[in-house]
């Protein structure tokens, strides 16, 4: 049997093309190490290999904090980043200069179902949305042992004077007050970074001001105070002896179990609580890290982080794909399941009905017109990186509070000036 020259070349490339489709892709993924980051995308990728069998992932962790932000920063300047990655929202999304080293995602069918209050935290300086969100957002303020409260006869303290008054008699009772877990710094920055709703209550120009250089925390009381409290917990003496070396999942276990009253943490640890500590899960509650004025009561909340693709990437398309699905409300609702730890920022996307009493307690500031504010981080792109270490030694008596403010304010300029902020 004879064939023209032009049948075979077209047998020929329908045979290529059809290979090339069925070869396979492989998308590599770096998350960080968190319990909830690890469970939500393990549902979110088992799902999507299932709907496309000839896609595979190959995940790699990383640590978090400062040293996270570097290994984030390093890997997309020099091109070796993974195919999808998972980092803040925010300020700290706009330090990776977005515009040059993350695909655009504005031609995504996903991004309408994605919620106003999350594209902005991923959107360029050119107007481009880069982000998809990964994981619930999240309440920042202080676990409580619900058991010890009860026992004790306490009730959730809607002012600092209150929540300090509760530490006192929590200490009496011969347990740890407030659970402080050094050894991991980043967690040494809840009491100042989670004060922010208590800081625009008092001072509702202080985002923009600040990142115009017309207001400092050092300067400015109401800001300071976060570092304030950090030093009055320590000078009262209610936290555990090992708060230097204590880490992460020690504060966890600590307020879970009831070895400890409180735990300054974002609400992402409930879902490592729920995966270690089950049956401890109920003794769980939460509540916002208290202000001045018991009338002003509300929740600073941090956006999740979000999944981003590299420019550089060589699979750039078909990770895409994949954080296109990641928007749906499809995966939205199994991350939920499996990590049902907040509100999702994906349009009509359902909790569960069982969630733990710790996210019931969270909701409530969802739902009051007012009761809840972004971090700082969320309002202005200004965050500096020393601060976990700042705050480290504010919380073990090395500095004082006010020197601690001042410093910080020091430790801004450098970042501000990087991002050609004006007046700088």
Known sequence: MKFAKGSILAAALVALSSSIAHA?????????????????????????????????FDVEQRAGGSEGDNIVKTRLATGEMADV?????????????????????????????????????VTGSDGKVRGM?????????????????????????????????????????????????????WTSQLFVLADFYNVQAQVPNFAADYTANKAKYATTPAAQRGFEHLEEVFKAKVSNADFGAAKFNDGLRMVATGEAGHYPMLTFGIGTIQQNYPDNLKDLGFFAQPGEDAAKNGLTIWMPAALYVPAKSKNVAEAKKFVDWVGSKEACELMAKAVPSGPYLIKDCNLPKDIPQAVADMLPYFDKDGGTA???????????????????????GIRSAKDAAALYDQDVQKQAKQLGLPNW
């Not at 977005?98 to 031609?107: G, Q, R, V, W």
Request: charged letters at 25%; aromatic letters at 10%; zero cysteines.
């Open 85 to 121: 990655f998972e980092y803040n929202s925010g300020s700290l999304f706009q330090a990776l200069k977005p515009e040059k080293t993350l695909a655009d995602f504005s031609d995504l069918k996903s991004e309408a179902n994605v919620r106003d209050i999350f594209r902005k935290v």
């Open 24 to 56: 396979g892709v492989t998308l590599s993924v770096l998350i960080d190490t968190n319990p909830e980051s690890i469970a939500s995308l393990d549902v979110l990728t088992k799902a999507y290999k299932a709907k496309n069998p000839d896609v595979s």
């Open 133 to 185: 969100p990964f994981g619930p957002a999240m309440g920042g303020g202080i676990f409580y042992n619900r058991k010890i409260y009860a026992d004790l006869g306490l009730k959730v303290p809607k002012t600092w004077a209150e929540f300090m008054a509760n530490n006192e008699k929590i200490k009496t009772a011969g347990k740890v007050a407030v659970a402080q877990t050094y050894g991991d710094t």
């Open 374 to 396: 972004p971090a700082l981080e969320f309002l202005s792109p200004i965050k500096g990186p020393a601060l976990e270490q700042i705050t480290v030694e504010v919380g073990s």
